[in-house]
């Protein structure tokens, strides 16, 4: 496993912000690209915090295929939906208006939907369902994604690890909040394990042959990305185990994403035109927020759900088990035991380095370099 270096949380969140900012983001729109991106990493998802840093960001930028200055346009709107075109811009801050976006809906109307097409990634899909619960409010996203997920009997990869995310207000210390892909693994984890020397787990890849890629995660990544594997949606390979019912989450995602602001879908969001130069994503994304107080009262659903959570929670234990978790728990205790700080293992430090000295932020210094 590769070394890591705690680096306090001032520290990184203060550095990040004015990276950002030297490659051309607005102050406040950096600000919240750095609290989606670090959120990430107080919940222990590394695959989504820091690790992607400059490679799905600043290189982006770099690149010319993510512009650094949002342009959030509404196309259309009523009193609870909204249809939003980013135009390529920053998909954190495109996330966050839409998601406050629906929020205000909800909290006036009941129930408010924003849907987005043109963006880029937008960092963990639960931060903006957490966003709603913090307002008393249901939340709900999900986001299309570049295609590398083969459908149920296929190989080729036809859409993306697609998250269907749902956050639901209790009255314990956390929200209940399932966050994952309707793959069993995704690009990111799978980037992830190439960094720190892990191999992908048998089943999460396909191969062109119908076969179960295993081994090393760098060469299982460099297949995906040449079309000679694809991985496989939540219950694996076939039918037995329920491949399909991954499958089928993973197109209502694709369509939520595409269908309602007329987005791109599939193979258009390979990030690549027909001669392999690099484009634009244009992702989309759909965020839904539904109030409490317009049913029986936030205080009322916290309660009951927080009653449900706590009798699964209660109820046997598989043998050699010494509990069972709620969806959004293991992330809470992630984030009490990170207090100090995130962990960065020697990759990302030489990519932080690295852009620490191009923009000449020389006011930062590291652990790794006592």
Same mark, same amino acid.
């Given at each position: 496993?590769?070394?890591?270096?705690?680096?306090?949380?001032?520290?990184?969140?203060?550095?990040?912000?004015?990276?950002?900012?030297?490659?051309?983001?607005?102050?406040?729109?950096?600000?919240?690209?750095?609290?989606?991106?670090?959120?990430?990493?107080?919940?222990?998802?590394?695959?989504?915090?820091?690790?992607?840093?400059?490679?799905?960001?600043?290189?982006?930028?770099?690149?010319?295929?993510?512009?650094?200055?949002?342009?959030?346009?509404?196309?259309?709107?009523?009193?609870?939906?909204?249809?939003?075109?980013?135009?390529?811009?920053?998909?954190?801050?495109?996330?966050?208006?839409?998601?406050?976006?629906?929020?205000?809906?909800?909290?006036?109307?009941?129930?408010?939907?924003?849907?987005?097409?043109?963006?880029?990634?937008?960092?963990?899909?639960?931060?903006?369902?957490?966003?709603?619960?913090?307002?008393?409010?249901?939340?709900?996203?999900?986001?299309?994604?570049?295609?590398?997920?083969?459908?149920?009997?296929?190989?080729?990869?036809?859409?993306?690890?697609?998250?269907?995310?749902?956050?639901?207000?209790?009255?314990?210390?956390?929200?209940?909040?399932?966050?994952?892909?309707?793959?069993?693994?995704?690009?990111?984890?799978?980037?992830?394990?190439?960094? !720190?020397?892990?191999?992908? &787990?048998?089943? @999460?890849?396909? $191969?062109?042959? %119908? =076969? /179960?890629?295993? *081994?090393?995660? +760098?060469?299982?990544?460099?297949? !995906?990305?040449?079309?000679? &594997?694809?991985? @496989?949606?939540? $219950?694996?390979? %076939? =039918? /037995?185990?329920? *491949?399909?019912? +991954?499958?089928?989450?993973?197109?209502?995602?694709?369509?939520?994403?595409?269908?309602?602001?007329? $987005?791109?879908? %599939?193979? /258009?969001?390979? *990030?690549?035109?027909?001669?392999?130069?690099?484009?634009?994503?244009?992702?989309?994304?759909?965020?839904?927020?539904?109030?409490?107080?317009?049913?029986?009262?936030?205080?009322?659903?916290?309660?009951?759900?927080?009653?449900?959570?706590?009798?699964?929670?209660?109820?046997?234990?598989?043998?050699?088990?010494?509990?069972?978790?709620?969806?959004?728990?293991?992330?809470?205790?992630?984030?009490?035991?990170?207090?100090?700080?995130?962990?960065?293992?020697?990759?990302?430090?030489?990519?932080?380095?690295?852009?620490?000295?191009?923009?000449?932020?020389?006011?930062?210094?590291?652990?790794?370099?006592?």
């Amino acid at each position: 496993m590769a070394k890591t270096n705690i680096v306090d949380w001032k520290t990184i969140t203060n550095f990040v912000v004015d990276a950002f900012v030297g490659y051309g983001i607005p102050k406040e729109d950096a600000e919240i690209c750095a609290d989606v991106l670090l959120e990430s990493d107080k919940r222990g998802i590394e695959s989504h915090g820091v690790n992607r840093f400059k490679p799905i960001y600043l290189d982006r930028i770099r690149d010319g295929i993510q512009n650094p200055v949002t342009n959030f346009e509404i196309i259309k709107e009523t009193p609870t939906t909204a249809v939003v075109d980013g135009h390529d811009g920053m998909g954190q801050v495109i996330g966050y208006k839409a998601m406050k976006m629906a929020i205000s809906k909800a909290k006036e109307y009941g129930m408010g939907m924003v849907v987005v097409r043109n963006s880029c990634h937008y960092g963990i899909a639960g931060y903006y369902p957490s966003m709603a619960c913090k307002e008393g409010c249901i939340g709900m996203t999900g986001t299309n994604a570049r295609p590398s997920v083969a459908p149920t009997f296929g190989v080729e990869g036809m859409f993306g690890t697609n998250p269907l995310t749902i956050g639901i207000p209790t009255d314990e210390d956390f929200d209940f909040l399932i966050d994952c892909a309707s793959s069993i693994t995704q690009n990111g984890k799978v980037e992830y394990y190439e960094r !720190i020397n892990k191999d992908v &787990a048998p089943g @999460t890849i396909i $191969g062109l042959g %119908g =076969e /179960a890629i295993e *081994g090393d995660a +760098g060469e299982a990544l460099k297949m !995906i990305r040449n079309g000679t &594997a694809a991985l @496989t949606t939540l $219950g694996g390979i %076939g =039918e /037995a185990l329920g *491949g399909y019912k +991954g499958y089928g989450y993973a197109m209502v995602v694709e369509l939520l994403s595409a269908v309602l602001q007329d $987005g791109a879908y %599939g193979k /258009a969001l390979d *990030g690549k035109d027909a001669d392999g130069n690099k484009v634009p994503y244009h992702l989309g994304h759909f965020f839904i927020a539904i109030d409490t107080n317009h049913f029986l009262g936030e205080e009322a659903c916290r309660k009951k759900a927080g009653d449900i959570i706590r009798a699964v929670r209660n109820s046997k234990k598989a043998p050699g088990q010494e509990r069972i978790y709620s969806a959004g728990e293991k992330e809470h205790l992630v984030r009490l035991a990170r207090k100090d700080g995130v962990p960065i293992n020697e990759s990302v430090q030489k990519e932080i380095i690295a852009v620490r000295d191009e923009l000449g932020l020389s006011q930062y210094k590291f652990p790794w370099e006592d």
